[in-house]
Every structure is written in structure tokens, then in C-alpha cells.
């Protein structure tokens, strides 16, 4: 059965441009969880899906941070415009159910030049 | 609130020598705890989790770690490492019933010949 995966897994971009992260959960997962770690940082919640429904954002920074889960399957995370405090790891997770374990992605590396 | 506290950022230790990283956590609730490793260029990788029972748990590559309440400790302990055993490693909490992870801010661990 195959993981979380997560795309890209590196991006190398300017401030001011846009980047969409995309997150594919294992499947049947209708559970699927943002998180991100900025440098030396924790890794920090950023918001819970319930199949397309956000349930929880209360993680997520600000509006330049927009996610999505059209028809409940992948995740894609857009992050417009960029800053530079927004580089960092982004991390997907799934599960089953909503307490459930959580099976991580490898993560995306976003770098904002 | 909840936090989670690895007080070692960094940790070298020769190959076959025992280890111990240490993680701290503040939770007025029950709670679930979780190390996780990742490995350079690889995702978040389970190695043990206490959910109930005994304090005492084992995990994966010969890991174990021991859940003390009166402490509010979980550390995590091998004794013996090899030379793959270098990467980071991360303690995690979640409050029983929730889905939110807590995490620490990872402890690298550095195994040298």
C-alpha cells in the first residue's frame, strides 16, 4: 500500500511568487492534516481536512495561505505571495479516523529567496 | 498549553556507545506520546508510541522508550547505536480524543565511528 506523497519535494522560489504544494493521502484516509517546520523550529499544525471539509485552521499564518481538497482525495496547499518566512518543511499526513494515527508525508522543502 | 520540550539539540555519541534523548511534555489531560525519525531526505518515520499500558515501550531498530507521568517524561533510549541510526529525532504529543500533534523542536542525533 503506498504512502503519503507529497510533491514537489523541493522548491526553490522568489518572494512575491506563488507555489502550490500538492499532498496525495494514502487512500481511504479521509483525514488529511497540514504541518509545517520552519528552521530549528517545531513542526507546527496547520489545519485538518475532513474529506474536502476544512475542520480545523486555526494553525494556518495568514491569507497569503490557502488550502484546498476538491472531492476529498489530494490536498493542495498555495501560498501566495510568498515571504521569506515562509520557508520551511511542509508535511502532509492521513488517517483513518480523526484520532487516529497519523501517517506522515516526506515533505515538501519550500525555500523563499 | 501544551508543549513539548527536547532540551538537546544536539547529540553526538560514538557507535555502539548507549543513548538517551530526552523529551519533556506539559499536558493537564491524558495524553498520547510518539517519537518519530526522519533520516536525511526521507519523511517522518514512527519509532514507538504509548497510547496505554505498560510505561515501558519498544519500537522499531531497537528503540525504547518510557512513559513517566510523575516526571511527565518520555525519553527515548537505545543501547547500543550504529552508524544509522544519524538523524533527527522527534517527540510528539496528542491529547486522547484529539487529533492534533504537539511536537518538540527534534534532537539530531550524530553516531560517530
Known amino acids: 500500500e503506498a504512502g503519503v506523497t507529497q510533491f514537489p519535494s523541493h522548491s526553490v522560489i522568489e518572494k512575491g511568487q506563488t507555489v502550490t504544494l500538492r499532498c496525495d493521502p494514502i487512500?481511504?484516509?479521509?483525514?488529511l492534516y497540514w504541518y509545517r517546520r520552519v528552521m530549528g523550529k517545531e513542526i507546527k499544525f496547520l489545519l485538518h481536512f475532513v474529506k474536502e471539509s476544512k475542520q480545523d485552521e486555526s494553525g494556518m499564518p495568514n491569507n497569503r495561505f490557502l488550502a484546498e481538497r476538491t472531492g476529498g482525495t489530494y490536498s493542495t496547499l498555495k501560498v501566495q505571495p510568498a515571504e521569506l518566512e515562509d520557508s520551511g518543511v511542509y508535511f502532509c499526513?492521513?488517517?483513518?479516523?480523526?484520532?487516529?494515527?497519523?501517517?506522515f508525508g516526506p515533505g515538501t522543502r519550500l525555500t523563499v529567496l | 498549553a501544551q508543549s513539548v520540550t527536547q532540551l538537546d539539540s544536539q547529540v553526538p555519541v560514538f557507535e555502539e556507545a548507549p543513548v538517551e534523548l530526552r523529551c519533556n511534555y506539559s499536558?493537564?489531560?491524558?495524553?498520547?506520546l510518539f517519537w518519530y525519525v526522519q533520516y536525511p531526505n526521507q519523511g517522518l518515520q514512527l519509532l514507538l508510541k504509548y497510547l496505554s499500558g505498560s510505561t515501558l515501550v519498544k519500537g522499531i531498530n531497537g528503540f525504547e522508550a518510557e512513559f513517566n507521568k510523575s516526571q511527565t517524561s518520555f525519553h527515548l533510549r537505545k543501547p547500543s547505536v550504529h552508524i544509522s541510526d544519524t538523524a533527527e529525532y522527534f517527540c510528539?504529543?496528542?491529547?486522547?480524543?484529539?487529533?492534533?500533534?504537539?511536537f518538540g523542536t527534534g534532537t539530531r542525533l550524530k553516531v560517530l565511528a
Open positions: 487512500s481511504g484516509h479521509d483525514n
Open positions: 510528539a504529543v496528542r491529547n486522547s480524543g484529539t487529533y492534533k500533534y504537539i
Open positions: 499536558s493537564s489531560v491524558s495524553v498520547y
Open positions: 499526513a492521513s488517517s483513518q479516523a480523526a484520532a487516529g494515527e497519523q501517517f
